[in-house]
């Protein structure tokens, strides 16, 4: 489910991201420390607001679903952009629950990070209000007032990551991780995905979990444990900072 994807895709970028920040490429700029020497790193603001941009990634792929919750994230924007996506993936869990789907989405995030600016900042915005949507951000039974909340939520988030000067040199990376984490999450269920596609074999992981999406365990345990996972990372990371 979503809130399952988007905190899987929050855990994968708390765990990672202090790695890459030593990455000169995906930093936009370079910080000083106490000894005066130059480091690449990763602001606080940067580490959380890629937390929900790799989040709002792991969404992505079920944008491929009209009548998903996802879908009605902001309202109409988001419904038709998800009829859309559904008549050019083929339907549900097909192009877009892939390997190259998420090599796509990446790389495609990563030019609109480098050389359109008002792209990257749409795109910004979309994903951040797709992760808070995931996570429950609304109202139970009123799609509009969900969307209004969404929408103010997302906006200060934007404007407060704004203000502190963020960069994203990283979108790129944040985005591809999210969607791979969907797929790898989604090759857990009984339904499996077609990784390689466009062949049509749908992979499950070798253990074959076969986990019923919805059910109690994932809603009673596994939501749970993985939203205690990244409190705790959140914590971890940010605390020495």
């Not at 905190?7 to 708390?14: C, K, N």
């Not at 996506?85 to 989405?105: K, P, Q």
Request: proline letters at 5%; a positive charge.
């Amino acid at each position: 489910m979503g809130h399952t994807h988007a905190l899987t895709g929050a855990i994968a970028w708390l765990g990672v991201a202090p790695a890459l920040a030593a990455l000169p490429l995906l930093t936009e700029s370079s910080r000083f420390v106490e000894t005066g020497v130059m480091v690449n790193a990763l602001s606080p603001a940067e580490f959380v607001a890629g937390a929900l941009v790799c989040a709002g990634a792991a969404m992505l792929p079920d944008l491929d679903h009209p009548s998903a919750t996802i879908a009605q994230t902001f309202g109409p924007v988001t419904w038709a952009l998800s009829k859309a996506v559904n008549w050019l993936a083929g339907g549900h869990r097909h192009a877009t629950h892939s390997l190259l789907f998420a090599v796509g989405a990446g790389f495609g995030a990563h030019y609109l990070a480098t050389s359109q600016p008002i792209g990257r900042d749409v795109l910004v915005v979309l994903l951040i209000g797709l992760a808070l949507r995931a996570i429950g951000i609304g109202i139970p039974g009123k799609k509009f007032a969900s969307a209004m909340v969404n929408i103010a939520m997302t906006a200060g988030l934007f404007a407060v990551f704004r203000s502190d000067g963020v960069g994203y040199a990283w979108l790129g990376l944040a985005v591809a991780v999210g969607c791979l984490v969907h797929v790898v999450g989604d090759c857990c269920t009984e339904k499996g995905c077609p990784v390689l596609w466009p062949m049509k074999q749908r992979w499950l992981l070798p253990w074959k979990i076969g986990i019923k999406t919805g059910r109690a365990f994932e809603q009673k345990f596994l939501a749970p444990v993985l939203s205690v996972v990244v409190l705790g990372l959140l914590y971890w990371r940010l605390a020495p900072i």
